[in-house]
């Protein structure tokens, strides 16, 4: 059976159909997966993706036990808040609704990504390159994501985090650290998987690797090896070259390497707009072998597409409002 995609968000996020109509357009043999709540259950249908509701996945001996051992671990400068929840309690209980659904519905391998992450290439072509791994990994290797081998591990990781919150001194480590050096972090999934991965020992590989020329991306706003460009809005990212039949690449740092094409953008910490171009251009994916080569000096980039208007006002008005919050 071919490996699912799941995504996991709570609210009903701008950027959020772009992300599930490009995972559908490039993907049409794989069933794509939204675990999320009633506000986001309209948009999921009308993406013609399957929804399921966290609450409904809410229940088992795990979950219980997060519940109670559950704290939250945080600098004085740390804002935990994402659209009036408790952003730091579902980083870390997402991956308990996760593992009740592949348990319930028997799912073995499959795709795991952050909600603002745009897939922009068949990804069952890949699949094969990550046997004997338990795991991939992104986030600049610091979290579980993209392809993972089975629910097993999934379990293993949450029974990890449950352990790891009623480890006392462990705990009292991460507050002392966010109360001195890192008041602006906080104690996320993120640093469980780490302590996970080291004392589990389990086998993982990370994302973003390059493989015959092609890789998976892990923040576009980071470097990672990878020619930056700025962008009409004022962000800085990668710089990514639009090839004629839909698809994207990079340009290696190091002079001579070959243009890296690119199976998924995590758009992290970027505007509205830069998720409608990576869709519109997706749309422009003949049905025809992949180009090998692109000719760089001929190949437009994100940076010199139009910027919208609607969207140039959307931003706008977005950044006066963040300003008058602050200000409040």
């Given at each position: 059976?071919?490996?699912?995609?799941i995504f996991c968000h709570y609210g009903n996020t701008d950027y959020l159909k772009?992300?599930?109509?490009?995972?559908?357009?490039?993907?049409?043999?794989?069933?794509?997966?939204?675990?999320?709540?009633?506000?986001?259950?309209?948009?999921?249908?009308?993406?013609?993706?399957?929804?399921?509701?966290?609450?409904?996945?809410?229940?088992?001996?795990?979950?219980?036990?997060?519940?109670?051992?559950?704290?939250?671990?945080?600098?004085?400068?740390?804002?935990?808040?994402?659209?009036?929840?408790?952003?730091?309690?579902?980083?870390?209980?997402?991956?308990?609704?996760?593992?009740?659904?592949?348990?319930?519905?028997?799912?073995?391998?499959?795709?795991?990504?952050?909600?603002?992450?745009?897939?922009?290439?068949?990804?069952?072509?890949?699949?094969?390159?990550?046997?004997?791994?338990?795991?991939?990994?992104?986030?600049?290797?610091?979290?579980?994501?993209?392809?993972?081998?089975?629910?097993?591990?999934?379990?293993?990781?949450?029974?990890?985090?449950?352990?790891?919150?009623?480890?006392?001194?462990?705990?009292?480590?991460?507050?002392?650290?966010?109360?001195?050096?890192?008041?602006?972090?906080?104690?996320?999934?993120?640093?469980?998987?780490?302590?996970?991965?080291?004392?589990?020992?389990?086998?993982?590989?990370?994302?973003?690797?390059?493989?015959?020329?092609?890789?998976?991306?892990?923040?576009?706003?980071?470097?990672?090896?990878?020619?930056?460009?700025?962008?009409?809005?004022?962000?800085?990212?990668?710089?990514?070259?639009?090839?004629?039949?839909?698809?994207?690449?990079?340009?290696?740092?190091?002079?001579?390497?070959?243009?890296?094409?690119?199976?998924?953008l995590n758009l992290s910490w970027l505007p509205l707009y830069v998720f409608h171009?990576?869709?519109?251009?997706?749309?422009?994916?003949?049905?025809?072998?992949?180009e090998e080569l692109i000719t760089l000096n001929k190949t437009p980039t994100l940076?010199?597409?139009?910027?919208?208007?609607?969207?140039?006002?959307?931003?706008?008005?977005?950044?006066?409002?963040?300003?008058?919050?602050?200000?409040?």
């Amino acid at each position: 059976m071919s490996a699912p995609i799941i995504f996991c968000h709570y609210g009903n996020t701008d950027y959020l159909k772009y992300s599930l109509q490009c995972a559908l357009l490039n993907n049409p043999g794989k069933n794509i997966i939204l675990l999320g709540d009633t506000a986001n259950r309209q948009i999921a249908l009308e993406c013609r993706v399957t929804h399921y509701l966290f609450e409904d996945l809410d229940y088992g001996e795990e979950i219980e036990q997060f519940n109670a051992v559950y704290r939250l671990i945080q600098g004085k400068k740390h804002d935990h808040k994402r659209g009036g929840k408790d952003w730091v309690n579902f980083v870390f209980k997402r991956y308990f609704y996760l593992y009740n659904y592949l348990s319930k519905h028997n799912v073995g391998s499959f795709w795991h990504f952050d909600s603002d992450t745009m897939i922009v290439n068949s990804l069952g072509q890949f699949e094969p390159g990550f046997a004997g791994y338990d795991c991939t990994e992104q986030c600049n290797g610091m979290c579980m994501n993209g392809f993972i081998a089975s629910s097993d591990i999934v379990k293993r990781y949450i029974i990890k985090i449950n352990e790891l919150f009623k480890r006392e001194s462990y705990i009292a480590q991460q507050q002392q650290e966010f109360e001195s050096a890192n008041q602006g972090f906080a104690f996320t999934e993120m640093r469980a998987y780490q302590t996970f991965k080291e004392e589990e020992k389990i086998k993982t590989v990370r994302l973003n690797r390059i493989v015959n020329n092609f890789s998976f991306d892990d923040c576009l706003c980071q470097e990672h090896g990878m020619k930056m460009e700025p962008l009409p809005s004022g962000h800085t990212c990668k710089k990514i070259y639009l090839a004629g039949s839909g698809q994207f690449f990079f340009e290696p740092e190091k002079a001579g390497s070959k243009p890296v094409q690119i199976n998924t953008l995590n758009l992290s910490w970027l505007p509205l707009y830069v998720f409608h171009i990576v869709m519109e251009h997706s749309k422009h994916k003949a049905e025809t072998q992949l180009e090998e080569l692109i000719t760089l000096n001929k190949t437009p980039t994100l940076a010199q597409q139009n910027f919208p208007l609607l969207f140039r006002l959307k931003y706008l008005f977005s950044r006066i409002q963040t300003k008058i919050t602050k200000l409040l």
